[in-house]
Nanobody, 122 residues
Framework: VQLQASGGGLVQAGGSLRLSCAAS????????MGWFRQAPGKEREFVAA????????NYADSVKGRFTISRDNAKNTVYLAMNSLKPEDAAVYYC????????????????WGQGTQVTVSS
């Protein structure tokens, strides 16, 4: 599956953005999907995940209550709605499809999009 993330940009602290990740291929609906982010000089970190059905979601503590992950399998797209953005949310955001259930975290995702930059001004 090929993934294309979009929707990043510059926003003031307290503002909102919605990221999209469009997938190619007819098997999108079978993958659990995740969003990760990587700030300069830092490791890539988990942000949110959603099950293939959309029923189950999981969030990093740092974004819980502010970010919402969702998906539309008919459109082969996963979304990340980000509200109450903080300067520390600034990073390149990546969407990914999970391929390995024997492990957790970044290494359990085998397909990655190219990333979209989110910049938050204070």
């Amino acid at each position: 599956v090929q993934l294309q993330a979009s929707g990043g940009g510059l926003v003031q602290a307290g503002g909102s953005l919605r990221l999209s990740c469009a997938a190619s291929g007819r098997t999108f609906s079978t993958y659990d999907m995740g969003w990760f982010r990587q700030a300069p000089g830092k490791e890539r970190e988990f942000v949110a995940a959603i099950s293939w059905s959309g029923i189950s979601t999981n969030y990093a503590d740092s974004v819980k209550g502010r970010f919402t992950i969702s998906r539309d399998n008919a459109k082969n797209t996963v979304y990340l709605a980000m509200n109450s953005l903080k300067p520390e949310d600034a990073a390149v955001y990546y969407c990914a499809a999970r391929t390995d259930y024997s492990t957790e975290g970044v290494s359990s995702y085998g397909y990655w999009g190219q990333g979209t930059q989110v910049t938050v001004s204070s």
